[in-house]
């Protein structure tokens, strides 16, 4: 059960991996309430694996850096890999900036959630990063920069120094007062001087001197929203997705897909609309959407009866009719009311090179192959055991939980969460039969179980009794499938270059590796 | 701490601010930097402040954006052209950042700079720019090849002091450095005319790798330029390695670069002799009139008769007259749409045989197109082919259409075909399209769009020129009028407009039977605004009508049916302030053109009272958005009574300063003018509230809170000094009395 085997392991089959516990951040202290603003809503990794974002309810993105990338050349860095092969990858608070805020839409009268609905990196240029960040109805384009901390010494109007810079900035731009006071009062001849009569010496004035600047080593990082792409949306958005071209995206809200240029916030494309003419006829609403890696003209999107669509850009200016669509068309055994609820699809990923295509419905992760629309290559259940449970579900309204899913880089795994702040990860070469289950706490593997979908009815009232009693404290609660609706892990991201993954158990933020 | 001379302090303090907090600050201080290249003189600019400007370029983009923008008018304060080159340095590092807007105005400056440089300075200065971004990809592969050889750290830490590599940061900094080489590819066409042979090869060479950039970002700043640098480019070089660049970029496999090598194709093209386009560029096109995506066939479709010039006749008619064709019967709207709207164009190279034969039967699909914008991009051109095809041929082919498009169920298609039909007439007169016409055009004037029937009243002087006077008189002398009577104020404005531009059309004579008894007889209207409206088209109508005729028609009629009645009302008014006002401008009638436009706010200004009067019988105090009114009226009193009594007011009492322009006489003495104002105000309550205001000696040019008492109201009144304008030359004394009323208004 060790990665290091993968490669010299004698099938095709990797082994499974064994997973360990790396870093958490933002850990809860026993009997510490977790406040609402501080729950995490999106996660993210960037296209080298070297940062990662987290965005919360309180419309906070914090930014989080892979201690091994810094200061090193990625040359040096390699190297280091090579002599140490298992090093696994360890990241840092970087920065974190307050990217959006509690609006009230007055048209509407309706009010905006502060909430990180989805991150995305967008291309890095010249040192710096970009990400765009979207609540229920704003984009944001921001871009965050090592800057270096520069102090100004030296400068020709030692005054300055005691009225302050404010003070005598304001003096240039209306003659103002402060110019009497340090030189005994000409104010009109600010600007008279700076009118093009004033004459100048031609060989310019020795006395005047540039600002001197030294630049410390130190350098602070600082986010500047740079665009807001807003007004687009009349329905809440649940995703953003970067084109591989470089320069534009898409957002999807419920019934609309808009393409954006990067460089141009006031106008937008409306390149999906499956809103029916009546409102009463709806039907299916959109849930996620996603451009195709590498395929600029492609993308897909999941709609709530649990089917994907893949459309063709180069089709059609608006592309209601799709190119191709999946749906798992296997009726399952027993029709019951909820069946068309946990059919809906709560997220879907693109693998690496595009071919695959990853959704996650209420109780089962689906991979599909693109060049196969009759059904889904595999079909993972995550929490077969909580099917008997589905009417409590719905009573409190878990059932419309909305998890996430991921590839691992390779493309030989997938992952998503599940309730009791446990997640899955499932080997998806055929033949595999690896299935492990996580918790999201400092000693994952507590409670592995090899056959997931063991049921544990007997026990589950119990642990739920005992996870109260033991008020939140990991050490204690028990194990099993125990089921606690209330933790629930939603958001969780595969590094793309590693086997490591990061997951969002409420507040907390933990990240495992293998 | 240097102590600064007095007159020196404020450039002091501008070259202090380059480095302030507030960025409003700092932008003024680069908005300035030629009185501080000035105040530090030619040397010191060279040796520290293009260099203080190299190193501090990590500023917000407003102030960097600035900085490009100065640093290419710059060449005069550094010491003239020979030291051109020092500011290249600050504008390549500009050219790197990561905001487009920056780079291309740094690129922008890198290339004015460029252009007035020497050659030889060219050379040695520019080529290595355009070179640069080929030493980082150079180092680029050294890294790869680092990564994979990791012992050999010495070698790249040498590479480093080069200083040339700036991408040692991450491993993906092949990508991340990517906006230096978006820029280079915007400057070869400066650097390339002037460099060596040698030079020349590997300049071509680069470009041909920027082709083939990784990122689509360059390869896109590579298609567009392309067309630039190839104007640069020797002939010869131009089929082998341009051609070969212009191939890879159309088959490239981002759409977005695919697009923008369309657009260049046209560009090259015309660089080509025929038989070589003929031979790269025209199956190029022909490919992507195919091309699997709607935006590239968009693109072509725009771009197509441009191209048909550069091949020849020959084989536009074998090759792009059927592509052509493909393209009006596109499978996507807004390829149809842009193919639609180049039909007049692509038609007018053509024969007319070949027209009639390959496009006109796609034209006719066009015109039953299921999507309303093609047909209206059709409609807004299809006239232009009238004169193409001849009269024969328009009669026969074009007709049709033309009818089916005047039928058409969208009002825009409508419209477009109307506001061209002067193109058709002049081909085959207007008689045989006159029957469809007229229902098209009372269809769109009583449409329930109101922003419908303004635009078909924009066109109704053009369809009256096309139509002639008989044609107009039977059927659409009726509408115009109605339009008087619009509920929109627009429309109404509109029209009144209109009857000036067809008074102007067919003639005062023809306006003196045609119009004016109609519009007299609305002048009894009992709504106000329908009464302004008439007011409107009279003042608007009396320059063309001439003097003559507006004195003794017009003005009678407006002073006997609105401006008496008016005051007779008002003097019957149980409040004997407001028959104090009243007595005031009873009966004086009107002898010169600029009363007639005063008789219009007279009459807003009276109707107003009327509708208020009310409120003065509650309140002590004049309203607020009566003092423009009761003033105005006051002031107009004063001045059509040429009596010695007359009043003068501050412009902050609320006289609209229209009135005062076109009232205003000599300069009367103070104290008679203070004399009157205090009878008046000793006389009514009213007029004390308008002492105060016109005693008070600050806000003298407080005209703006003046407000307007209704948005109709004010709308209207807007348009009148248009109609002075127009009047200039017979009322000379408009623009003497305006001076005047200026001068009172100090």
Redesign the interface.
């Known amino acids: 059960m060790n990665g290091g085997d993968e490669a010299g392991a004698s099938g095709d089959l990797p082994q499974p991996l064994d997973w360990r516990f790396s870093q958490v951040f933002g850990e809860r202290s026993a009997g510490e309430e977790v406040q609402e603003v501080d729950i995490i809503s999106a996660i993210e990794f960037d296209k080298s694996g070297d940062h990662l974002a987290t965005g919360d309810r309180g419309g906070r993105v914090v930014l989080f850096e892979r201690t091994d990338s810094k200061n090193t050349s990625g040359a040096r860095r390699d190297l280091e890999g090579t002599d140490y092969p298992l090093r696994h990858p360890e990241f840092r608070y970087k920065t974190e900036f307050q990217s959006h805020e509690p609006e009230f839409d007055y048209l509407k009268s309706l009010e905006i959630e502060e909430k990180i609905n989805k991150i995305r990196w967008s291309q890095t240029a010249n040192g710096a990063l970009f990400l765009l960040s979207t609540n229920d109805k704003t984009i944001k384009f921001w871009k965050v920069q090592d800057k270096k901390i520069k102090k100004i010494c030296d400068i020709n109007t030692d005054s300055s120094k005691t009225l302050g810079n404010g003070s005598v900035a304001s003096s240039s731009n209306s003659n103002s007062t402060n110019a009497c006071l340090t030189n005994g009062g000409l104010p009109d001849k600010v600007n008279n001087s700076l009118s093009n009569d004033f004459s100048l010496p031609p060989g310019g004035i020795p006395l005047l001197r540039l600002p001197v600047v030294t630049t410390s080593h130190e350098t602070s990082p600082v986010a500047r929203c740079r665009r807001v792409y807003t007004h687009a949306h009349d329905y809440h958005i649940n995703s953003i997705s970067n084109n591989s071209d470089g320069e534009t995206f898409i957002s999807a809200d419920d019934l609309r897909i808009n393409l954006w240029n990067l460089e141009i916030s006031n106008q937008s494309f409306n390149i999906v609309d499956v809103k029916p003419a009546n409102m009463e006829d709806l039907t299916e609403v959109i849930t996620s959407a996603e451009f195709h890696p590498t395929h600029c003209n492609t993308l897909a999107y999941s709609s709530s009866k649990g089917s994907i669509r893949l459309i063709d850009l180069r089709q059609s200016a608006l592309c209601d009719s799709h190119s191709k669509l999946f749906e798992d068309t296997e009726t399952p055994s027993s029709r019951s009311f909820f069946t068309e609820i946990i059919a809906s699809i709560s997220d879907i990923k693109f693998a690496k090179e595009g071919r695959y295509i990853l959704s996650r419905d209420y109780m089962t992760l689906k991979l599909w192959d693109i060049n196969m629309d009759s059904g889904p290559v595999s079909t993972f259940q995550v929490h077969e055991h909580l099917r008997p449970k589905l009417c409590d579900l719905y009573e409190n309204d878990s059932i419309f939980d909305k998890f996430e899913c991921c590839l691992s880089g390779d493309g030989l795994r997938v992952s998503t969460g599940s309730y009791s702040n446990l997640f899955r990860v499932f080997g998806v070469s055929p033949g595999s039969t690896e299935s492990t289950t996580l918790e999201a706490s400092k000693n994952p593997m507590r409670r592995q179980v090899t056959t997931p979908s063991r049921p544990s009815r007997s026990l589950s009232s119990i642990t739920r009794v005992v996870r109260r009693g033991a008020a939140e404290s990991p050490g204690v609660d028990g194990n099993g499938n125990s089921f606690d609706h209330t933790t629930k892990l939603l958001h969780l991201a595969w590094h793309p270059t590693e086997n490591s993954i990061a997951c969002a158990a409420a507040n907390s933020l933990y990240m495992y590796y293998a | ?22 960025i ?2 700092r932008l ?1 201080s680069i908005r ?1 930097l030629s ?1 501080i290249a ?8 060279r040796k ?2 293009i260099p ?1 400007l190299s ?2 370029n ?1 500023d917000d983009d407003e102030v960097l954006l600035a900085m490009a923008e100065e640093l290419g008018v710059f060449i005069p304060y550094v010491g003239g052209v020979e030291y051109a080159f020092v500011l290249l340095p600050p504008l390549e590092t500009l050219s ?5 807007c920056v780079r291309e105005k740094a690129v922008d400056s890198l290339c004015r700079i460029g252009a007035q440089m020497r050659e030889n300075d060219l050379v040695e200065h520019f080529a290595p720019l355009a070179k640069e971004i080929d030493r980082l990809k150079l180092f680029t592969s050294i ?1 790869v090849d ?2 994979e050889h ?1 012992a050999d ?1 010495s070698g ?1 830490s040498a590479l480093l002091g080069c200083g040339c590599v700036r991408d ?6 092949a ?5 230096a080489r978006v820029s280079a590819c915007g400057i070869f066409h400066i650097a390339y005319p002037s460099a060596p042979d040698p030079l020349k090869t590997e300049l071509r060479s680069i470009y041909g790798q920027l082709c083939q950039d990784d ?3 360059v390869r ?1 700043a590579a298609a567009t330029n392309l067309g630039k640098f190839a104007a640069t480019i020797e002939s010869a070089h131009l089929k082998t390695d341009i051609m070969s660049m212009f191939e890879d970029l159309t088959q490239d ?4 670069v695919r697009l923008l090598a369309v657009e260049g194709c046209a560009a090259l093209g015309k660089l080509l002799e025929p038989q070589d386009c003929v031979a790269h560029i025209l199956p190029v096109i022909v490919t992507f009139s195919q ?6 066939r968009y693109m072509v479709a725009n771009q197509l008769y441009e191209l048909c010039e550069a091949v020849g006749p020959e084989p536009t008619r074998t090759d792009l007259v059927p592509a052509y064709a493909r393209l009006l019967r596109d ?4 390829v149809r749409i842009a193919a639609a709207g180049k039909v007049t164009k692509f038609c007018r190279i053509l024969n007319p045989e070949l027209a009639i034969q390959h496009i006109l039967p796609c034209v006719k699909e066009l015109s039953s197109d299921s999507s309303q914008h093609v047909r209206s991009a059709l409609a807004s051109v299809i006239m232009g082919m009238a004169p193409v095809l001849g009269k024969d041929a328009t009669i026969e082919h074009l007709l049709p259409i033309f009818l089916s498009l005047l039928k058409d169920e969208f009002p825009d298609v409508r419209l477009n075909i109307i506001s061209k039909l002067d193109q058709v007439n002049q081909v085959i007169g207007i008689d045989l399209l006159s029957q469809s016409l007229l229902p098209a055009i009372v269809e769109l004037a009583e449409d329930r769009h109101w922003r419908v029937r303004l635009a078909i009243i924009e066109y109704i002087p053009l369809l009256a020129s096309q139509l002639g006077v008989g044609f107009f008189d039977d059927k659409l002398g009726a509408l115009c009028m109605q339009w008087l009577q619009d509920k929109v104020h627009s429309i109404r404005e509109a029209a009144a407009n209109n009857l000036k531009r067809l008074a102007e059309e067919f003639g005062p004579e023809w306006a003196m039977q045609h119009i004016v008894p109609q519009v007299l007889e609305m002048i009894n209207n009992p709504h106000y605004l329908y009464r302004m409206t008439i007011l409107r088209a009279v003042s608007l109508l009396a320059p063309v009508m001439g003097s003559e005729i507006t004195c003794s028609k017009l003005l009678p009629a407006v002073v006997e049916n609105m401006i008496r009645p008016c005051l007779v009302e008002l003097s019957e008014d149980p409040d004997v302030d407001v028959r104090g006002i009243v007595d005031l401008g009873v009966d004086q009638v009107v002898k010169d053109q600029n009363t007639l436009d005063v008789l219009f706010f007279i009459h807003g200004y009276f109707t107003l009272c009327l509708d208020r009067i009310h409120l003065f019988e509650h309140s002590r105090d004049c309203p607020e958005e009566l003092l423009e009114a009761v003033s105005g009226l006051l002031f107009a009193a004063s001045r059509i009574d040429l009596a010695a009594r007359s009043i003068e007011l501050r412009s902050n009492c609320g006289v609209d300063p229209k009135i005062i322009q076109k009232l205003s006489t000599r300069h009367p003495p103070k104290e008679v003018r203070m004399k009157a104002l205090k009878e008046i105000a000793a006389e009514n309550n009213i007029v004390l509230k308008l002492e105060e205001a016109s005693t008070s000696t600050e806000g003298t040019s407080d005209v703006s809170k003046a407000k307007p008492t209704s948005e109709d109201e004010r709308g209207e009144g807007c348009g009148l000094s248009d109609s002075v304008k127009r009047g200039k030359k017979k009322y000379k004394d408009v623009a003497d009395a305006a001076q005047a009323a200026s001068c009172l208004a100090m």
Do not use: C
């Open positions: 701490m240097s102590m600064v001379d007095e007159p020196l302090y404020p450039i002091a303090v501008l070259i202090d601010e380059l480095k302030n907090d507030d409003q600050l003024n300035r009185i000035r105040a530090l003189g030619e040397e010191r600019t520290e402040l203080f190193e501090n990590d790197t950042v990561e905001e487009t890294l680092l990564r990791p750290i790249f040692h940061k991450s491993r993906l900094s990508g991340e450095w990517f906006t990122m689509p970002m896109r496999d981002q759409d977005s091309d699997k995506s709607w935006r590239v499978n996507e709207a807004e």
